[in-house]
Each structure stands twice: as C-alpha cells, then as structure tokens.
C-alpha cells in the first residue's frame, strides 16, 4: 500500500504544515456549511454542541468494529488467493448480509509478477444501501493481507482495521436512507503480491472496478470516494494525504475538530498510494483516511524504518490497535458524509 517509491522515506514526499492556514471548504469553490444542522436522513439524531465541540451519538460501536477485526486476525494471514481469505470474504458476506444487505462478489483473475502466484483468484465484495439519488458514493477498504515468505502477518490494522470499521458502517447506515446510493466496497489486491510495490503490482481489486465501471458506462454515476486503511492505531493520527481532493479532505477535517478528534486528524501531509488512485484517474473525486506512522515510537522497525515500526512486520497484531481508534474514524466518517453529499455536484 501506499508507496509512492520504494521505501518509506521516499514515500513521503513533501510535509504540508502549511495545510493549517488552509480554509476548510473554500477549495473548488464549495461553500461553507453549518455543520451543527442534522440533515433529516443523516445517521444518529442526537447533536450537542458545547465548548465548540460536536457531541454526535452516530450509533457507531468501536466494540463491534473491533471484534470484527479480531475475527479476521483469527482467520491467519489473509493474502489474496489464501484459504483465510476466502473465510474473511464468507465473513464479510454474512454480516453484510445480516444488516439485510444485497451484496455482490465480484470475482476476477489477477496476473502478477510473483511466479510461485501467476495467476490468483480475487474478489470484491459490493453491499449496496439505496439512496434517495441513484448515483453513488463509494467508501472503501482493502480486505487483503500483504503476502510474506518468511513471516506471519496477520494485517491486524493494515487490511483488519479499515475493514472492521466498513463492516460496522454497514450496520449502522442500512438503518437509514442517505442521499446518495452508497456501495460498501472490500477490495482484494490491494497489496504487492511480489515484495516491493511498483506497476502494476498493487491495487488490483480498485483497478478492476474502475476498470469494469468504464466498460459499463458507469463510472460516471460515481460521485465521490471514501477510502479507509490502517485506521486502528492506538496511537491514531491521520495524515493529510496529498493525492486526496481538497474539498473532501477539508470537510472531514472539519467534522473531525467538531467531534473533538482534532488531535487524531493531522496537519501533516503526505502523498500516498492506495486503492483510492485508480479512482483519481478516472476523475472521481476521492479520499483517504491512513494513518501511516503505525509504531512511530517502536524498535526493532520493519522496512516503514522508526516513523512506521510496526508496518508490514509480524508486530502488526490485535493488541497494537484499540476500539476507540475505530470508533474515532467511524464517527468522523459517518458525521461528514451529509457535508460530502451537499457539496456533490
């Protein structure tokens, strides 16, 4: 994920302190909102302002969405084309399911580079909520787990935070009708299945629905993205990333300061490689919800070096990411999704 180079240090191109003279919701010409109003069809009914900090009782439960990670932790390392993968996808399927979901597996055959893996059988999973308006926000997280010859990973925020956190958004939002349609999208693929990340080895699963959407002529209909990965960190700190549009980085922002999050939500920017590119080049307008200084203060550091310890090493587990990390993201997200549909145009 996310390497705009080949390691962690070239990845992070340029820091973007300045992003704290930048005006929420100027960019692109959107004007400002009153984000105290509850729009009707918005999740959760109870908004409390006090001290300038938004009280928002979103209905989001990091307990659940934690469980939902432990269950994937549990299922073992959950590279694409695994046994385990295909368990965390039987998973996926009937929680979505349960929250009484339609849900669409997308299958498709990945080439890559990696000759003990030429061909690997992937899917993407779709769990439509039908809106008041038939095009369509997309929020998204990789479900797959970064394949390792020598270690044992078991993704527990790279791969299981973003997931337990759309699983719970599923819950919480079938409950109401929102706006806009929203398609509740676990990729596969994400990760390089041959080491290093470069080409076109990564982003398989984001790359085939973008890819399928322009076949079928709807690309279009999609109007905004939302991507979600390594949201659990104990030590939660969201960057800005730099490839993201403005406008959707700003009003998250926002709604994060307004819930009492600022401190989760960074002026620090970064560019950043994920499942939300493909969706960039296709001129939708897209954004992504990383923090990507997991075990910033750790030892013993991986190949992310002392900034990113604990990434795509076997210290990636349960006990290094907490509900109230979930919790944090799933409320911001659910809280600005309103501002996002109203700026849609």
Known sequence: MRNLSRSYLNRIIIVFMTFLLIIPFMAFGCQEKDKTEMPVNSPGDERIKSDNILRLDTGFDGSLAFEHVKRQVDFGPRYSGSQAIKQTREYM???????????????????????????????????????EKPEVIVIGSHYDTKWFPDIHFVGAND????????????????????????????????????????????????????????????????????????????????????????????????????LGYKKHFLD?????????????????????LIDFSFGSTASNCGPGGSGNCYWHTDQDTLDKISAESLKVVGDTVLASLPDIADQIR
């Not at 979901?101 to 899917?123: C, G, R, S, Y």
């Not at 337990?164 to 349609?181: D, H």
């Not at 620090?268 to 992504?288: N, Q, R, S, T, W």
């Open 268 to 288: 620090l920017g970064m560019y950043i490689e994920d499942d939300h590119i493909p969706f960039l080049k296709a001129g939708v307008p897209a954004v992504d």
């Open 159 to 258: 791969g299981g935070s973003s997931t337990g956190v759309l699983l719970e958004l599923a819950r919480v939002l079938s409950k109401n009708r929102p706006k806009y349609t929203l398609w509740l999208t676990f990729f596969d693929g994400e990760e390089a299945m041959n080491g290093v990340w470069m080409g076109t080895d990564n982003t398989y699963g984001s790359r085939h629905m973008v890819d399928r959407l322009r076949k079928e002529g709807k690309i279009g209909s999609v109007k905004a993205m939302i991507l979600l990965d390594m949201v659990g960190d104990k030590e939660l700190g969201i960057v800005r990333d730099a490839n993201s549009v403005n406008w959707m980085v700003n009003t998250i922002w926002a709604n994060a300061t307004k």
């Open 93 to 131: 399927k009937s929680q979505l399911e349960s929250f009484g979901l339609k849900v669409e597996v997308d299958a498709f055959t990945a080439i890559t580079p990696n000759p003990k893996f030429p061909k690997v059988e992937m899917a993407n999973l779709i769990a439509e909520i039908p809106g």
